[in-house]
């Protein structure tokens, strides 16, 4: 306990030699609040940070923001993931979905090449790609534009290509 102290150093844990293990009970919680909190690596491995649950099936990982406010765009968001140097990569179970639900949902790509926004299914014969959108009625309710191109379609040789007016 450190009551008289101000500076961003008033307790300090440090080992110069060896590792800090931070372990609590099973079913016990370790807090950490205060400021800014920062978890800064100083080890140039895979995992050099790692967020890891390994005790059972109804474990989760949370990040939550409950009171941020900015608006996700280049660069900012409420929760930002962020990677100046490399990619982002997500892996999940084959049989679990990924939920992404919000306002607007906006894909940029930023590189000057081929397929630099791809949907890609390639798990077996029965796997769909499906673009839906059951609530809009205007006229381009589900609208292709190339501004500056032109839009191809290919498909395989025995296949039909169905346009329906529902």
């Not at 101000?6 to 800090?20: C, N, P």
């Not at 609590?24 to 790692?50: E, F, H, P, T, W």
């Not at 990040?63 to 941020?68: K, L, Y």
């Amino acid at each position: 306990v450190n009551d008289a102290g101000t500076d961003e150093a008033a307790i300090s844990l440090t080992s110069t030699a060896g590792g800090v293990d931070i372990d609590a009970a099973a079913a016990r919680d370790v807090n950490i609040a205060g400021g800014q909190v920062a978890l800064v690596s100083k080890d140039n491995a895979i995992s050099a940070i790692s967020l890891t649950t390994n005790q059972g099936t109804s474990e989760t990982i949370v990040v939550t923001n409950s009171q941020g406010d900015t608006d996700g765009t280049n660069s900012t968001g409420a929760i930002l993931l962020k990677s100046t140097a490399g990619g982002i990569g997500l892996i999940w179970a084959d049989a679990k979905d990924l939920w992404m639900e919000g306002g607007k949902a906006v894909i940029t790509a930023n590189e000057n090449g081929a397929d630099c926004i791809k949907l890609h299914a390639d798990a077996g014969t029965s796997q769909t790609i499906t673009i839906v959108n059951d609530a809009g009625t205007s006229a381009d309710a589900i609208n292709l534009t190339s501004t500056a191109g032109g839009i191809t379609s290919t498909f395989a040789q025995d296949k039909i290509y169905t346009i329906t007016n529902a």
